[in-house]
T-cell receptor, first 112, second 112 residues
Framework: EADIYQTPRYLVIGTGKKITLECSQTMGHDKMYWYQQDPGMELHLIHY???????EKGDLSSESTVSRIRTEHFPLTLESARPSHTSQYLC???????????FGDGTRLSIL | GQQVMQIPQYQHVQEGEDFTTYCNSS?????IQWYKQRPGGHPVFLIQLVKSGEVKKQKRLTFQFGEAKKNSSLHITATQTTDVGTYFC????????????FGRGTQLTVWP
């Protein structure tokens, strides 16, 4: 089983709060990804990173930001949460070449 | 735009019936990956196909890559309730950078 961890699993919080979703992997993977997924819907890539100090925006425009200061850690931050940010956020990582992506259990975020 | 078209979006079958989901691309693919996401879970890698005309089997699951490497299918023989979930195909653009483009997924429901 892949070693990629996301915290928190669930978060219910009020509008305007600053939120950081944590993602860590212990596989030494250079590549990490953040996806947004509504229940039963498709995966939307919002951020990805090819290594330390490398981050790129994905296909879906997002008000979130990411950082990659350490290989194993890829946190996602929302400076001021809004109800439209309510969704599930999935973190993934992959090794060299076209190796498959390993996903964390996700964070289900609800903004009131 | 979408890199790969996946159909059908939904499929409801009675236990014991077969199931097939298809992914089609307008461009030649270098490889294709398949993932399964159980309800409430995260995507889990199933298999990767690389060669033209490749066929791979995992118990009741059969994966095919078209001769032209523009389409792929996942066929489940004699579905069971444990097969319930969403099946995604995912492709890259021939790059080794690891970024995947996921299809919209096929949601499979199996009635006992």
């Amino acid at each position: 089983e892949a070693d990629i961890y996301q915290t928190p699993r669930y978060l219910v919080i009020g509008t305007g709060k600053k939120i950081t979703l944590e993602c860590s992997q212990t596989m030494g993977h250079d590549k990490m990804y953040w996806y947004q997924q509504d229940p039963g819907m498709e995966l939307h890539l919002i951020h990805y990173s090819y290594g330390v100090n490398s981050t790129e925006k994905g296909d879906l425009s997002s008000e979130s930001t990411v950082s990659r200061i350490r290989t194993e850690h890829f946190p996602l931050t929302l400076e001021s949460a809004r109800p439209s940010h309510t969704s599930q956020y999935l973190c993934a990582s992959s090794g060299t070449g076209n190796q498959p992506q390993h996903f964390g259990d996700g964070t289900r975020l609800s903004i009131l | 735009g979408q890199q790969v078209m996946q159909i059908p979006q939904y499929q409801h079958v009675q236990e014991g019936e077969d199931f097939t989901t298809y992914c089609n691309s307008s461009t030649t693919l270098s490889n294709i990956q398949w993932y399964k996401q159980r309800p409430g879970g995260h995507p889990v890698f199933l298999i990767q196909l690389v060669k033209s005309g490749e066929v791979k089997k995992q118990k009741r699951l059969t994966f095919q890559f078209g001769e032209a490497k523009k389409n792929s299918s996942l066929h489940i023989t004699a579905t069971q309730t444990t097969d319930v979930g969403t099946y995604f195909c995912a492709v890259d653009r021939g790059s080794t950078l690891g970024r995947l483009y996921f299809g919209r997924g096929t949601q499979l429901t199996v009635w006992p």
